[in-house]
């Protein structure tokens, strides 16, 4: 499997008051490399305040999901379309795995289940600062984008 040309990134820079401590770019070509069964996220981190270690978070959202739905006013709509439906979680912990935000590029793969829509997929990329909590940073990639 071939890596992806350009990795999403959160590049350091010169910070603003209004700036969240760290940084996530959507690149012109997508940080994702999807062969058939296999989906593969490669990113670089990096910070602009005193986060030497976060916790990342990668989600993998299915769009388009025909199923179906019970309304508001309790009708059924069994043609409803389902969006950003979570389908899996690519670290191995759904809460969070150390990740160092000191440009070090990260690499996860996960298979992908043969009943999910390859096309529709998108990661969720999601950093938080470890002591609280806090998400720094939220990035959503599209694999086919």
Not at 16 to 30: F, G, I, L, V, Y
Request: hydrophobic share 35%; aromatic share 4%.
């Amino acid at each position: 499997m071939k890596p992806p040309q350009n990795p999403t990134t959160a590049k350091a820079r010169t910070a603003s008051a209004d700036d969240p401590p760290c940084r996530a770019s959507s690149p012109e070509r997508s940080p994702i490399s999807s062969e058939p069964t296999t989906l593969t996220v490669a990113l670089t981190a990096d910070a602009h305040d005193a986060f030497a270690q976060a916790q990342l978070q990668l989600w993998v959202l299915e769009d388009g999901i025909t199923s179906y739905q019970v309304i508001e006013d309790g009708s059924r709509d069994r043609s409803y379309v389902h969006n950003h439906v979570f389908r899996a979680s690519i670290t191995a912990n759904p809460d969070g795995e150390p990740v160092k935000l000191d440009g070090s590029e990260v690499s996860y793969s996960l298979p992908i289940d043969e009943k999910w829509n390859a096309e529709n997929l998108s990661v969720v990329i999601i950093v938080s600062d470890p002591a609280t909590g806090t998400v720094l940073q939220a990035h959503k990639v599209a694999i086919n984008n």
